[in-house]
């Protein structure tokens, strides 16, 4: 499937509304605390990107050379159920984005509209990720 120009920007278009109620969710009480699942995006490409680097691409055959990109997502995975959320496609992911703000408000060091906020900004943050992804993915052929 070929994304297109209108691909693009309905996906960037997404991806600023996402942004912006993070962002807003944060301003607007004047507690910064939901901007926290910010950084889970920054983080997030870390360990995927040094276990695929670390890792042989070239030797498909070879059944060691998954060992790195296995410990990769298990680091992945502790990451992600400590809420620290790493990259990954997986419904966990969405969980530990969901949690800290959930956790936050739970604690009453944010708002209830605050947690909202920063839920639907997050989830559509995350599926614009996703649909990327899903657009621009490259076939590789042997």
């Known amino acids: 499937m070929a994304a297109g120009l209108k691909t693009i920007i309905a996906l960037s278009f997404v991806l600023a509304i996402g942004f912006l109620l993070v962002i807003l969710s944060s301003a607007?009480?004047?507690?910064?605390?939901?901007?926290?699942?910010?950084?889970?995006?920054?983080?997030?490409?870390?360990?995927?990107?040094?276990c695929g680097r670390c890792a042989n691409?070239?030797?498909f055959m070879e059944s060691t050379g998954s060992a790195v990109v296995d410990f990769g997502r298990f680091c992945t995975g502790f990451l992600v159920v400590m809420g620290v959320d790493l990259e990954g496609v997986e419904a966990d992911e969405?969980?530990?984005?969901?949690?800290?703000?959930?956790?936050?408000?739970?604690?009453?060091?944010?708002?209830?509209?605050?947690?909202?906020?920063?839920?639907?900004?997050g989830l559509l943050i995350y599926g614009t990720i996703i649909s990327?992804?899903?657009?621009?993915?490259?076939?590789?052929d042997f």
């Open 132 to 140: 990327f992804t899903m657009f621009f993915q490259e076939e590789q």
């Open 28 to 50: 607007l009480w004047h507690n910064y605390l939901p901007l926290l699942v910010v950084a889970t995006y920054v983080v997030a490409p870390l360990p995927n990107f040094i």
């Open 94 to 121: 969405t969980v530990a984005r969901l949690a800290l703000p959930a956790l936050l408000a739970h604690c009453a060091l944010i708002q209830y509209s605050a947690m909202a906020m920063s839920i639907i900004g």
């Open 57 to 59: 691409p070239e030797d």
